[in-house]
């Protein structure tokens, strides 16, 4: 068969024809980071990529690249994502990432109230991935109910001061 290939080639050389090219497959290599939160831009490398003809998707749902080369794909990590595979799809050709992304969403407090107040009080704190995390003042652990993602209220005992 190579043979074949060979022979053909000189052939179509000596008729001053060229060989037949070869099609560009593309081929997805690696991804970084491998961790993150929602909104991480993550980059997508291998060869081949074809503006306006690649298709990204994390967990199967569709992903719009904010940039595609022929080497790199940026997408960001979307709202909502939970650990799980990047794959690109492109001419028919769908291909997963080596390895799985891990979403991981850290807490963020942005809001206290009220700001400042007796002990004994229930306090309100808002900001992000609020309901998964502990709350300490100083080693006391404090309690918590109406846990949501983006609020939930804490205890503030007896005996705790400003600062601990």
Do not use: C
């Not at 052939?11 to 001053?16: E, R, W």
């Amino acid at each position: 068969m190579t043979r074949s290939l060979h022979i053909l080639t000189i052939l179509l050389v000596l008729a001053g024809l060229s060989a037949p090219a070869r099609a560009k497959v593309m081929d997805f290599r690696s991804m970084k980071p491998l961790r993150g939160g929602w909104g991480t831009r993550v980059t997508l490398s291998g060869r081949h990529f074809v503006p306006g003809r690649v298709k990204v998707f994390f967990n199967n749902r569709p992903v719009k690249p904010l940039r595609v080369t022929p080497y790199q794909i940026i997408v960001l990590v979307p709202e909502g994502a939970q650990t799980g595979w990047f794959e690109v799809a492109q001419d028919g050709r769908r291909l997963r990432a080596p390895s799985r992304f891990t979403v991981q969403n850290t807490t963020r407090v942005e809001d206290m109230t009220p700001g400042a107040g007796p002990t004994q009080t229930w306090v309100q704190l808002k900001g992000r991935f609020l309901h998964k995390a502990t709350y300490y003042m100083g080693i006391v652990m404090l309690r918590t109910r109406n846990a949501k993602d983006r609020s939930i209220e804490v205890f503030i005992p007896k005996g705790t001061r400003t600062g601990s």
